[in-house]
Structures are given as C-alpha cells and as structure tokens.
C-alpha cells in the first residue's frame, strides 16, 4: 500500500482491505499516537494560532473558528464579519459581539447556500446560536448538537 498512499491514489477509498488494516491499527498505541500529533500539527494547531491572533479565547470562540476552518467557509465569512464590524474582535468590538455576529453571518450563508447539501449543515450554527443566547460561552455540559447529547 505505500506506493498507493505515496501517489495518493484514490482507490484506496474504497479499498475494503485497506480499510480494515487501518481500523485495527487504531488499536495501536503507536497509531494512536501519530493521529494524535498530525492532528495537533494540522488541525488543531492551526486553529488556536488563527483564534488567538484575532483575541478569540473562549471555548465556544474557539470551537466557531475551529468549525468553520474544516468546514471551509472561515475565510470568506471572517472577512464580511470584519467588514460589517471594522475588524477583529482584539480590534474593535471584543469576542463575544464578533462571534455572534459572524455565527449570524454563518448561519445565513449555510441556509441559503445553494449547494442544498450544504443548506443542511446550518444545525452547526443553529447548535452555536443557542450556546451564545444561554452565554455557554465555556460549552459547559449537556450539550445538544443536532441529535447528538454531549455529557
């Protein structure tokens, strides 16, 4: 399989074998570990660079932004938020205002978006509009997203 992931040949998406090799790897230790850090160093990493150059702090603040980045519309919707409000949440008018304001932005781009699948994804703001409305601004527990309870 090394030439084939080397090439990044997409076949191995639907590669049943190859499929269950990796499931069983992720009962290693090793495994566990290497996803761990390829998820620090591409994900997550990024995301808490991004959120505090801009003064974004909270848990909610951050999981917004993180959100956002890997469902891929941050760009776009941060620069129509700083346009609107006249920068940054460190710039002008703190965290809290700015998130609201670019979720409502969000929310209003995935609703009517007209890609209709993607219409179908605005349960993710609809989940951070409300945690803005109750001020969870720490995502203390249970939280309800979409039909999933998180305790």
């Keep these: 399989y090394m030439s084939l992931l080397k090439n990044r040949d997409q076949s191995l998406d639907k590669d049943e074998d190859f499929t269950d090799l990796l499931k069983k790897a992720g009962d290693d230790p090793v495994m566990r570990e290497a996803q ?10 990024p995301t808490l660079k991004l959120a505090k150059s801009l003064g974004i702090e ?74 803005i409305k109750e001020k969870n601004w720490q995502l203390r527990p249970p939280l309800n997203i979409g039909s999933v309870q998180v305790d």
């Design 36 to 45: 761990d850090k390829q998820f620090e160093r591409l994900i997550i990493g």
């Design 58 to 131: 909270t848990p909610l603040g951050i999981a917004v932004v993180h959100d956002s980045r890997i469902h891929g519309s941050f760009p776009h919707l941060r620069k129509q938020t700083e346009e609107e409000l006249g920068g940054t949440p460190r710039t002008v008018v703190g965290e809290e205002e700015w998130i609201k304001r670019y979720v409502e932005i969000r929310h209003e781009w995935l609703s009517n978006h007209n890609i209709p699948i993607i219409r179908k994804t605005n349960y993710r703001t609809t989940f951070f509009l409300r945690m």
